[in-house]
């Protein structure tokens, strides 16, 4: 009977020693399947969120890596100087004289008289002999356009230009159509501004002819598209917005864009909405910081014409900046010129292509003497 009450003793401590050795198996085997869950579930969430993180980088490294093209408007400018000295030094060698220009300069603003010397440098650079005559503040408007009627008939010049601006007293319309239409390099007397609206073959001003010649030469397309032009001034705004929407099967060859003038009546909201639809943004205002990077899509062409010279991180120093802020502008746009080094050097070097058409049009046309102020 003990044995028996021993036996049955034996099998419940068996049957308790089984069932907690259950019991921790059930644990271990619970816990192993929670950790393999939770590693099931970091997989899972790193997976997920892999393709999210690898986009950020492309996205990052795509911010990183994409920097507008530079419009590089100085080296641009050497080419075409360089071609044309080739041309002149051609030219002289068929018998004709050196081409000439002559430079009126009234009254003592620094930057006027340093636009002038750099005009002389390039003269002398290509073969064009240059002169620089200097009027006082005072001089009058008669005065000047005596001097200007003169030049007009001497047969020894052939391109005449008055650097603007002009004295307050003096009409700047009056003086710039004082200037023989044959002889005015700057493409300013209104004879040769309604040629060029009428899209015919035309002395062009220097600088709408100098972003013409930056788009052909870093082969911007232009047919079909859209450009907005930022500025209305009749010397750059207005003659840059024909030469792009004329057509190029007339005399001027133009540029066959879809063309909006922009100016400082254009509601702001209104003016980003036309930037934002443009391929080419061309802004010539002279107010720094104008174009954002929000107003450019991306790829578009941005040319800055607006030059300001504004106080610079050193102390007493002055720097040149234009009207698009070019660092943030550059991170969307496809290509983009730089101030100073882009569309400035262009401006020179188009009035010397310009002093040496009218040269060889003088020449052709064996005129001596008798030009007329038009």
């Known amino acids: ?35 393999f869950v939770l590693q099931i579930h970091k997989y899972v969430t790193q997976s997920l969120h892999r393709p999210y993180e690898h986009t950020q980088t492309i996205k990052s490294c795509a911010r990183r890596s994409h920097e507008a093209q530079i419009i590089d408007g100085k080296a641009i400018a050497e080419k075409i100087k360089t071609e044309l000295k080739e041309k002149i030094a051609e030219f002289v060698a068929q018998g004709n ?23 002389m440098i390039a003269a002398k650079t290509v073969g064009i002999v240059s002169n620089t005559i200097q009027l ?29 601006p002009v004295p307050n007293h003096i009409n700047e319309r009056i003086i710039c159509n004082a200037v023989a239409s044959s002889k005015d390099v700057d ?11 009428l899209d015919m073959n ?40 024909m030469l792009l929407h004329t057509d190029g099967h007339h005399e001027l060859k133009g540029m066959d864009a879809t063309v909006t003038i922009c100016h ?7 003016l980003k909405k036309h930037c934002q639809g443009a391929d080419i943004i061309i802004t010539a205002v002279g107010k720094p910081g104008l174009v954002q990077m929000d107003m450019v899509k991306p790829g578009a062409c941005v040319i800055d014409i607006g030059i300001t010279r504004i106080p ?9 900046v234009g009207d698009v802020d070019f660092e943030e502008v550059r991170k969307v746009a496809g290509h983009i010129t730089p101030v100073p080094g882009g569309v400035g050097p262009m401006t020179v070097a188009m009035l010397m292509s310009n002093t040496f058409m009218v040269a060889k049009a003088l020449a052709k046309a064996g005129q001596v003497n008798g030009f007329s102020s038009d």
């Open 312 to 320: 610079a991180k050193e102390p007493g120093k002055t720097k040149l």
């Open 97 to 119: 004289r050196s081409p000439t220009l002559t430079a009126i300069l009234v009254g003592n603003d620094p930057a006027s008289q340093t636009y002038v010397k750099n005009k």
């Open 136 to 164: 006082p503040e005072t001089t009058s408007q008669e005065e000047l356009f005596n001097c200007i009627k003169k030049l007009n008939n001497d047969a020894e010049v052939d391109g005449i230009l008055v650097q603007l």
């Open 187 to 197: 493409g300013f007397n209104e004879v040769n501004i309604g040629r060029l609206a």
């Open 264 to 270: 400082r009546n254009t509601p702001p909201d209104q």
């Open 202 to 241: 035309t002395i062009i001003p220097a600088t709408p002819l100098g972003v013409y010649e930056l788009l052909r030469r870093t082969e911007i397309p232009t047919i079909g598209k859209n450009v907005v032009v930022i500025g209305r001034s009749k010397n750059v705004g207005m003659p840059t917005a």
């Open 1 to 35: 009977m003990s044995q028996s009450k021993s036996n049955v003793k034996s099998s419940c401590v068996l049957f308790y020693v089984v069932k907690l050795l259950c019991v921790l198996c059930c644990c271990v085997f619970l816990s192993a399947k929670m950790r």
